[in-house]
Structure formats: C-alpha cells, structure tokens
C-alpha cells in the first residue's frame, strides 16, 4: 500500500515580494472611479434640501455666526441678543459688537464655514455647505483607505457606503458644527500614516536586497524624509485645528507607526528593531508629524494673532480666567511690542487664551447640564441622541399633516447613528481585537487603536455635558472593522466555493440591512413630516426622546 504524500505548506513570501507587491493589480483606474461615484452619491444625499430646516440647529448659533464674523473682520467678534432672528431675515451686517467673542475652539471649522457663507450666503444653506463637502470628501477617503488595507476595491466601496449611511455622519454633514471636520482630518491623518507603512516597506525592499547581518540597522538616510508623513503632520495639525480632542489619536497612531516601522525593520533582518527605530524612525517621524502638526496648528489661529490686542484688551480678565484661581494675562499690561517681539507677545496671548480655554472645558463646564447630555460608557450603544430640530404639534390640515384628528404631526432633525452599524460594529470591533492580538492581523489594529483613542478619553469627562455626535471621529473605525470582518467572511479565494457563497450571502444581508435601517430612519434625519404614531415607530426607547 503505498502511503500518501504528505501535502505541501503554503509558501510563505519574503518580506520583498510581499512589500514589492504592497499594490495590488485591481485596475486603478475603476478604484478611483467608483469611490469617486460613491463620494458623488453621497454629496448628493448630504445636499438635497440642505437650507432646511431654516433656522440655527443645535450650536449653529455659535459657528455659524463665529464662521461669518472670521471672515468678515479677521477674528471673531460678539454679536447682539437678537442676531439670530435678524439674519435669518437677511440683515446681516448690524449684528455685530465691536469686542471679541470668546470662543472655546480651534478655527480651522469655522473658517470652512466661512468659506461656504462667502460663497453662498449667510443662510442656512450657506453655512451647512461645507459640512457637505468634507463629509462626502470623508466619505472617498474612507473608501480608499479601506481598499488599500484590504487590497479589494469591493470591500473599499462597501466601507464608504457604509460611512454614508450612518445617521450620525449624515446628519453632521448636513449640520455646521466642528465635529464632522475633526473627523475627516483625523481620517486623512490615519490614511496618511497607513500609507507611510507601506510606502517604508517598499522603500526598504528597493534599498536592501540582502537581510541586514550583525548590528545592521538597514537604510537610515534615504528613509529620513517620508513624504506621507509630512502630508499626515498637515492634516494632524487641521484636525487639532477643528477640535483639540485629535490630539489622543495623533498620539495613539505615533505610536502605532513607530511599531509599524520596526515591524518594517524586523522584516528585513535588523536586531533589536523597536529600540533602533524609536532613533532612526522615530525621531524623524516626531518632527514630520508631530511639530508639523503643531506650526499647522499655531498658523491657523493667524487670524487671532493678528488681533490679539483686541483679545488682551477685553478677554485677558474673564470668567474663565479667574474660575480655577488664574491671573490676568501679562501681556494685558505690557507695552505693545514691534517686529519680531510683538509675534512673540501675540504668542504669549494666545497661551494664555488656551489656558483659559482649557479651564472652561475642565471646570467651568463641570457646573452645566444639558438635556441631550450623556454618558460616553453608552455611546457604542447609542445611549442617548441629540435633538437638534424640531416642529411639533402640526394639527392635521395644516403643512400636509395628514393624521387622525385626535393626533398631530411633527418634523425633527435627531442625531443618531444608524443602529444596524453601531451594534454590530461592537460585534466587530470585539472581533478586531481577538484577531489583532491572536491573529497578529496589523489591520484590525487600526481599527482597535482608533476606537480606543478616540472614544475612551472621553470617559475621564462624563461629569460634564458632552454628546454622542462626538462618536463620529470613532466611526470610520467602527466601519473599517465591519468591512475587515466582511472580508473574512468573504474570504481571499476568488474560486467558487461552499464558504464564500455563505460569506457573500451573509455579508451581504448585513449591508442590505444596514441600507433598509439608514432608509427607515431618514425622515428623523432630514426634518420629514410625520405622523406622531410614525415618528415613535422610529423612537424605539424612551431615552431617545
């Protein structure tokens, strides 16, 4: 009897081939395309009747009116009590008071903001238009992201339709608050860096066609520059820029990179590769990333800077200031400074400005409730959404209503993600982890680090009012983790078979899904009228009221 022959292991490739072929052979042409289809469809979604609901939602009466006043006179001033009604009439120019506002956020928002109502108008429309852009430009890059880790433009697409029909980053896109823009530049910052993780690995596979032997550190000078990272240090310091809660997913993925770069090194044969690219990769990543990120994030506050006596003459000794047992500015009483020593005096104004800042969001908010507030323990869970607009008690025969004459009608705005993408992304993310850590699979770590950095912080404030929009920087996170078990699901052979029938099917019904969910809930997205028994039909617990 002769005994079979044992069958043969998979070839394992070298960390050559594998980084030679860091991109794949789909035709880059029909990627772009269909991300770029993808983007255009959700543009189109995101500005269908944007000018409505005609008035300030939520902290648009804040931005709003920050963003117009930015690029009107270079800073943003104080308006008057009843601006809001006067603007929505059109008055715009009178509204005004002659000292700064003080305002506890970065400006790179506010003056995209501003870009849209000096192309379109102070309306409604105008200031909800920008939002629209970048959240449908979020929507590419997540497309492209996701296709580039997963190497399947299939899966990218799925990633991006999936990003667009979440609740949560629809409605923002169709909303002039901050966070949507924080969260395409926290998105663009980790695209970048993943893209530095592959371009370092075929930039070490074309400078070291040997394994590194004894204490080599493999090629040092002609990896220094690493223009992805630059790229990444601009839009880290944008996203800073938007909000300052960027700064624990900058420093989260820094050090996923430095990792990365020695796993890069360990590839090609170098001993003891995380203490050697903490020096040869680390330190130059630092001043790419990190204190680019930092001057892109100084720059944006020129507007400031240039006014900053406006700001030492009426904001150097406020409330914020004093709360905690602070000082008035220094600079409130100096001499005004020429040249190069009033830059640094401007500087010097604005440090204090942020502790002031800092102060109100650590303290002074500890004092204040919100009826939308909530736990960031729940978010995952959608714990707690925020209304952001709302028309109640519409009789019927008026506006369309056509209910039963013992019920009326309503249209409201709600900010809540799509739960058919939130739940099962706990799911996922549970998934992301056990394969990350057992699997060792690099790419579920991007989704584990970027959940943990950008929705854990939050935790040590919960005695103070925050949201559940702020979750939408997790989202792209929760998404990339749907779709990388999608892939699983799916499998890499393209070969007809038992299991990737059933992969496909199942995956697929999970998008179908997640589509009929987003479609159900639209009408609470987009200020539809509805009947009141309509309207608790999509309220499915009490706390969502």
């Given at each position: 009897?002769?005994?079979?022959?044992?069958?043969?292991?998979?070839?394992?490739?070298?960390?050559?081939?594998?980084?030679?072929?860091?991109?794949?052979?789909?035709?880059?042409?029909?990627?772009?395309?269909?991300?770029?289809?993808?983007m255009l469809f959700s543009f189109f979604l995101r500005v269908w009747h944007l000018g409505s609901p005609?008035?300030?939602?939520?902290?648009?009466?804040?931005?709003?009116?920050?963003?117009?006043?930015?690029?009107?006179?270079?800073?943003?001033?104080d308006y008057q009590p009843n601006a809001n009604a006067q603007i929505l009439d059109g008055h715009t120019m009178d509204q005004w008071k002659d000292g700064p506002s003080m305002i506890v956020h970065p400006e790179v928002g506010k003056w995209?903001?501003?870009?849209?109502?000096k192309a379109f108008g102070m309306d409604?429309?105008?200031?909800?238009?920008?939002?629209?852009?970048?959240?449908?430009?979020?929507?590419?890059?997540?497309?492209?992201?996701a296709r580039r880790i997963t190497g399947s433009t299939a899966l990218g697409l799925v990633a991006g339709l999936l990003l667009s029909f979440d609740g949560l980053q629809f409605v923002l896109s169709r909303l002039a608050l901050l966070d949507i823009f924080v969260a395409f530049f926290v998105l663009c910052g980790v695209a970048c860096l993943v893209n530095d993780r592959f371009w370092l690995r075929a930039r070490i596979a074309r400078l070291q066609p040997e394994p590194v032997t004894g204490g080599g550190w493999g090629p040092v000078r002609r990896v220094l520059f690493r223009p992805w990272l630059l790229l990444g240090g601009i839009t880290w310091g944008l996203a800073l820029g938007s909000k300052w809660e960027a700064a624990y997913p900058l420093a989260a993925f820094g050090v996923l990179t430095w990792l990365w770069s020695a796993g890069a090194r360990r590839?090609?044969?170098?001993?003891?590769?995380?203490?050697?690219?903490?020096?040869?990769?680390?330190?130059?990543?630092?001043?790419?990333?990190?204190?680019?990120?930092?001057?892109?994030?100084?720059?944006?506050?020129?507007?400031w800077l240039i006014h900053a006596q406006e700001y030492e003459t009426h904001l150097s000794a406020t409330q914020y200031t004093h709360y905690a047992g602070g000082k008035d500015w220094p600079t409130r009483d100096q001499k005004d400074a020429?040249?190069?020593?009033?830059?640094?005096?401007?500087?010097?104004?604005?440090?204090?400005?942020?502790?002031?800042?800092?102060?109100f969001h650590?303290?002074?908010?500890?004092?204040?409730?919100?009826?939308?507030?909530?736990?960031?323990?729940?978010?995952?869970?959608?714990?707690?959404?925020?209304?952001?607009?709302?028309?109640?008690?519409?009789?019927?025969?008026?506006?369309g209503c056509h209910a039963s004459p013992d019920s009326d009608c309503l249209r409201q705005v709600l900010l809540i993600g799509t739960p058919a993408i939130w739940w099962a992304g706990i799911l996922a993310l549970l998934y992301a982890v056990a394969t990350w850590v057992g699997g060792r699979d690099w790419r579920f770590g991007i989704a584990v680090v970027g959940t943990a950095s950008t929705w854990l912080p939050w935790l040590q404030y919960d005695d103070r009012p925050i949201f559940l929009f702020y979750e939408v920087v997790t989202l792209p996170f929760v998404v990339l983790a749907l779709t990388l078990a999608m892939g699983k699901m799916i499998g890499t052979s393209t070969q007809p078979s038992p299991r990737r029938t059933a992969g496909v099917i199942a995956a697929g019904s999970y998008f179908v899904i997640a589509l009929i969910n987003f479609a159900w809930f639209w009408p609470i997205f987009t200020n539809q009228l509805l009947t009141h028994s309509e309207w608790l039909d999509r309220i499915w617990f009490q706390r969502w009221v």
């Open positions: 009897m002769t005994t079979p022959a044992p069958t043969a292991r998979r070839a394992i490739p070298s960390a050559w081939v594998r980084a030679r072929a860091a991109v794949d052979f789909e035709d880059p042409v029909v990627g772009w395309a269909s991300a770029i289809a993808v005609h008035e300030f939602e939520f902290d648009e009466t804040y931005y709003a009116k920050d963003a117009w006043s930015l690029a009107h006179f270079g800073y943003v001033r995209l903001i501003a870009m849209g109502e409604p429309f105008g200031w909800r238009i920008a939002a629209a852009v970048v959240g449908s430009l979020m929507i590419l890059v997540m497309c492209r992201l590839s090609f044969g170098v001993r003891w590769p995380v203490l050697k690219a903490a020096v040869v990769d680390g330190i130059p990543a630092f001043v790419q990333v990190v204190m680019v990120a930092l001057v892109v994030y100084v720059a944006s506050w020129t507007g020429s040249g190069f020593g009033e830059v640094v005096q401007s500087l010097d104004s604005l440090a204090h400005y942020h502790r002031d800042v800092y102060m650590t303290h002074f908010l500890n004092d204040s409730t919100h009826t939308y507030a909530s736990k960031p323990s729940g978010w995952l869970l959608l714990n707690r959404p925020v209304g952001v607009a709302a028309d109640v008690d519409i009789k019927p025969g008026t506006q």
